[in-house]
């Protein structure tokens, strides 16, 4: 999905804000920012050494394969919040290992609550679950690799300057939430090989927040 089309799909779906997480860079997500009319949070979705961490606010890439507590400064060393995607879907091979979810937990700020893309519903429950039990601000995204896809899972919240202010009001938002199609996965699937196979340029990712 280019940044082009990404925009126009959150245009139409009347988002006035995104989070662009490519997975390890950043930028597809600057370049969106560049030519959005919205705004755009720069994130970054960064393989660590034991999972998946999400880094909102950034201006440069995080390295991926570092462990999940350097992963975790490297993010707040640029201002950055700290979010850990889909903490508990069993059906991915993505997610943050709950021993280290659990060692770092005192310095996250945000869990994903809910993700469109997370199959079963009892997943997403215990990521809410858990942010509650931790006191931690709770977000949802469509994780959308595909236009179709942009909108199903949002937080209607209030404006916001800077991390400081968004993250006081995602804890006073509230989650809308519609799961994706199962065959999203298929989709996703079909495109990696497309691209292996030289036929298509990297994509940018979109989640809506």
């Known amino acids: 999905m280019s940044p082009e089309v ?6 139409r779906a009347g988002i006035d804000c995104v989070a662009v997480s490519d997975h390890n860079g950043i930028e597809g997500a600057l370049e969106v920012r560049r030519i959005a009319p919205f705004k755009v949070i720069v994130a970054e979705e960064v393989k660590t050494t034991e999972g998946e961490i999400i880094g909102f606010f950034l201006e440069e890439n995080v390295r991926k394969g570092l462990t999940p507590e350097a992963t975790v400064r490297a993010i707040h060393d640029q201002g950055g919040l700290v979010c850990v995607p889909h903490p508990f879907d069993r059906l991915r091979r993505s997610p943050l290992r709950e021993e280290a979810l659990l060692r770092i937990v005192a310095d996250v700020d945000i869990i994903e609550a809910f993700n469109s893309r997370t199959t079963l519903r009892r997943d997403n429950e215990r990521g809410e679950r858990f942010a509650a039990e931790h006191a931690k601000a ?11 896809e942009i909108g199903l899972a949002y937080v209607e919240m209030a404006d916001f300057e800077g991390p400081e202010e968004f993250l006081a009001a995602l804890e006073k938002g509230r989650i809308v939430a519609r799961r994706a199609s199962p065959l999203v996965h298929v989709f996703s699937s079909l495109a990696k090989v497309r691209s292996r ?7 940018t990712a979109g989640a809506a927040a």
């Open 6 to 11: 990404l925009v126009e799909r959150c245009q």
């Open 138 to 148: 709770m977000s949802a995204g469509s994780d959308a690799h595909t236009p179709g």
């Open 197 to 203: 196979l030289g036929r298509r340029p990297k994509p």
